[in-house]
């Protein structure tokens, strides 16, 4: 068995307009013929985070008409989650197959069927059977835990009528990740949308938040969400886990002008 990690890859939109054109023929009202392969097992479940791609394994072995034959994998995605595709163990009948799935998934389950052909060419223009081997799959995308862990939470702080507010606050980013950019999100409108980072230490980062003068006192409640992106949260994406939500309650006192001299 021969197979190209290109070909498999190039032949997942082609094979779903493919009009087949296998190498046996036969008379009217005969069955199908049989797949070309055989799968096992036949059907997949995979767990993966948001964000991240759950990979799913499988033996493919080919008939024995075929087994010293140059031939093709071509797999039909209708549902297009799978994003790439590895084979390893490659002997002349069998090879294992680890699929990938894309990390644009959406959080729940997400299941559907793959078909297998096997091709005489790498177009998949001619098929050595027109029955293929369906592979069941079933893929689960749980909810990314939080980018990162800010403390303190919730925001508390006092401040003056007129005066502006800064309140500095550590980010813990989970293993794994790397934030370019921070960028609040507040519906009340207290606090600015932008954020500064005046240092980093490994996960560790030391964010200021601000919020322009307020002129009337009182206590002003709220949550912001704050976004946490690979880049420049304007051109790129949240990290898996963003935003965070931080609760705030901030008191303005009175403006007290000072006495003169």
């Known amino acids: 068995i021969r197979v190209r990690l290109s070909a498999v890859l190039g032949l997942l939109l082609l094979l779903a307009s493919c009009g087949g054109g296998s190498g046996g023929s036969g008379g009217g009202g005969s069955s199908a013929p049989p797949p070309a392969l055989t799968l096992s097992p036949t059907s997949v479940q995979a767990t993966a985070m948001q964000g991240t791609s759950a990979e799913m394994t499988v033996t493919l072995t080919l008939s024995t008409a075929v087994a010293n034959s140059t031939v093709y994998i071509g797999i039909q995605d209708s549902a297009s989650v799978i994003e790439s595709a590895d084979f390893t163990n490659v002997t002349q009948t069998t090879a294992t197959l680890t699929l990938h799935s894309v990390t644009t998934l959406s959080v729940g389950h997400h299941s559907g069927i793959l078909n297998f052909y096997v091709c005489k060419d790498s177009s998949c223009s001619s098929l050595v059977s027109d029955t293929p081997a369906r592979l069941a799959y079933t893929i689960t995308i749980t909810p990314a835990p939080p980018v990162a862990v800010i403390t303190p939470s919730p925001l508390t702080a006092t401040i003056e009528a007129q005066d502006a507010l800064r309140i ?94």
Do not use: H, M, W
């Open 168 to 261: 500095t606050v550590t980010a813990d980013v989970a293993e794994g990740l790397y934030v370019g950019a921070f960028k609040v999100d507040d519906p009340q409108g207290f606090f600015d949308a932008a954020v500064t980072v005046s240092a980093v230490n490994g996960q560790r980062y030391t964010l200021t938040l601000s919020a322009p003068p307020k002129n009337v006192a009182g206590t002003y409640t709220g949550t912001i969400n704050l976004q946490a992106c690979g880049s420049d949260c304007a051109y790129s994406p949240q990290l898996p886990g963003s935003p965070v939500q931080i609760p705030y309650t901030i008191t303005v006192t009175p403006f007290v002008p000072l006495p003169p001299v």
